[in-house]
């Protein structure tokens, strides 16, 4: 595993250079929220019994956040390294696609949970945030980022510039995490958007994480999890599938 822990070092080194562009650039993006949303809405609205709106709304970003950047670092690292036509000696290395595979999941996954854990930091200053059940947290978190960073691999494989890339973002990422009940319960909306919120596995993986720290949440975690833990284990197949095949990367 030498191949792995190489290409991991240089993963990780790409963001962690570029650390506040990478990581610190999130944090203060959810910081803004928390402000706009800690003076507008804090003691008008309650979503769950004993919890204030400021603390509901810190698992939805720190979620967000997560998924945001796993699916960052794998797409744009492939797509530069494509474009800047470097791809090939990594290509050339005595790598095996599981390898791979394992260095871009993980170095996504680890630039994903620091953004968190900073968003999370941020969000002490604003309201008090209760674990209630540390195991959930961590699965979820795990998971959700698993399931993220496996897109943003295919997405970086599949595309072939930064437009490409931009597309996915814009019109799949951005709209599959706010209307996942980030900001809301999906009790509060009309019958048919609920029923329709159920279909975004984005939401099962908020929802899944809040009840983690409060105990309550719209559906069953357990309900989450069957969603959540089959999605990351599919899609990581795929692009395990894809690599295999050389799909845009050998030609």
């Not at 963001?15 to 507008?40: D, E, G, S």
């Not at 999906?186 to 720290?213: E, K």
């Not at 599938?241 to 050998?250: A, D, E, M, S, T």
Request: hydrophobic fraction near 60%.
């Amino acid at each position: 595993m030498t191949g792995f822990r190489t290409l991991l070092h240089k993963e990780v080194l790409r963001f962690w250079k570029v650390i506040w562009q990478t990581v610190a650039a999130p944090v203060l993006t959810a910081l803004l929220y928390l402000l706009i949303f800690f003076h507008v809405l804090e003691g008008h609205v309650q979503v769950y019994p004993g919890v204030s709106y400021t603390a509901f709304l810190m698992p939805g970003l720190i979620m967000m956040a997560v998924l945001q950047n796993a699916f960052a670092n794998g797409s744009s690292s492939l797509i530069q390294s494509k474009i800047t036509g470097n791809l090939v000696f990594v290509l050339l290395a005595p790598l095996s696609y599981l390898e791979f595979f394992l260095a871009y999941l993980v170095a996504a996954m680890l630039r994903g949970l620091l953004v968190g854990t900073g968003v999370a930091a941020v969000g002490l200053l604003f309201a008090d945030l209760p674990v209630a059940h540390f195991g959930w947290v961590l699965a979820f978190a795990l998971a959700s980022s698993a399931a993220f960073a496996s897109v943003g691999i295919v997405a970086g494989i599949w595309a072939d510039k930064f437009d490409h890339l931009a597309g996915v973002q814009n019109f799949v990422i951005m709209p599959l995490t706010f209307l996942s009940g980030v900001f809301y319960s999906i009790h509060s909306l009309p019958a048919f958007w609920q029923s329709v919120s159920h279909f975004n596995p984005v939401f099962y993986m908020i929802d899944g994480f809040r009840y983690g720290f409060f105990g309550q949440a719209d559906t069953s975690p357990w309900l989450g999890l069957a969603v959540v833990a089959p999605s990351a284990l599919v899609l990581g197949l795929l692009t395990l599938l894809l690599l295999r095949r050389g799909y845009k990367l050998r030609h």
